[in-house]
T-cell receptor, first 115, second 115 residues
Framework: NAGVTQTPKFQVLKTGQSMTLQCAQD?????MYWYRQDPGMGLRLIYY???????DKGEVPNGYNVSRLNKREFSLRLESAAPSQTSVYFC??????????????FGDGTRLSIL | AQSVTQLDSQVPVFEEAPVELRCNYS??????LFWYVQYPNQGLQLLLK??????LVKGINGFEAEFNKSQTSFHLRKPSVHISDTAEYFC?????????????FGQGTTLQVKP
């Protein structure tokens, strides 16, 4: 049972470099999310995609872009990495329903350090 | 705007003792409430959820939570903890009428179970 798969698991970048974090889910979920986790701040939503072909900003979108490549895949791109983007990034997915009752399923995270 | 406050950043407790992790939320509309657990170097797993109906919700691993609308709280409890319960716990809220599934997370509470 793969669930939500994130790659890579770890990455170190230099300031100004770019990279794309990959996320794929095999649960046929419509909605996908990207969060960042920082100590003492819980998880904060960066971007989400309610369905294939749509994306919207969350709480902290600055410095990031996303692509919903197809129903399975949702990638997060850092165009010019900054030390403030050092964090653990989580991808999640959920079934969509009108009431939003469905829980989100999370990947194991990508630990990103920007030097 | 919605917000979630977890009142304790760390909770140390001895094995087999009871524990309560506190969560308060602010919202002027109906909400759905969730507790997630994060073990070291892993993603988040759903412990339990409150959508409607009985205010006492039972989850996995012997945890339960009680929804209190008048006090806007959703505290997590376990009558007897094990060493394996050592983890970080997150309370999260979703607006009841949301069709985007966006979650607002609390800051997290680290449960440290000592032998």
């Amino acid at each position: 049972n793969a669930g939500v798969t994130q790659t890579p698991k770890f990455q170190v970048l230099k300031t100004g470099q770019s990279m794309t974090l990959q996320c794929a889910q095999d649960m046929n979920h419509n909605s996908m999310y990207w969060y960042r986790q920082d100590p003492g701040m819980g998880l904060r939503l960066i971007y989400y995609s309610a369905s294939e072909g749509t994306t919207d900003k969350g709480e902290v979108p600055n410095g990031y872009n996303v692509s919903r490549l197809n129903k399975r895949e949702f990638s997060l791109r850092l165009e010019s990495a900054a030390p403030s983007q050092t964090s653990v990034y989580f991808c999640a997915s959920s079934t969509s329903d009108r009431e939003g009752r469905q829980p989100q399923h999370f990947g194991d995270g990508t630990r990103l350090s920007i030097l | 705007a919605q917000s979630v406050t977890q009142l304790d950043s760390q909770v140390p407790v001895f094995e087999e003792a009871p524990v309560e992790l506190r969560c308060n939320y602010s919202s002027s509309v109906s909400v759905y409430l969730f507790w997630y657990v994060q073990y070291p170097n892993q993603g988040l797993q759903l412990l339990l959820k409150y959508l409607s109906g009985s205010t006492l919700v039972k989850g996995i691993n012997g945890f339960e939570a009680e929804f209190n609308k008048s006090q806007t709280s959703f505290h997590l409890r376990k009558p007897s903890v094990h060493i394996s319960d050592t983890a970080e716990y997150f309370c999260a809220v979703r607006r009841g009428s949301s069709n985007t599934g966006k979650l607002i997370f609390g800051q997290g509470t680290t449960l440290q179970v000592k032998p």
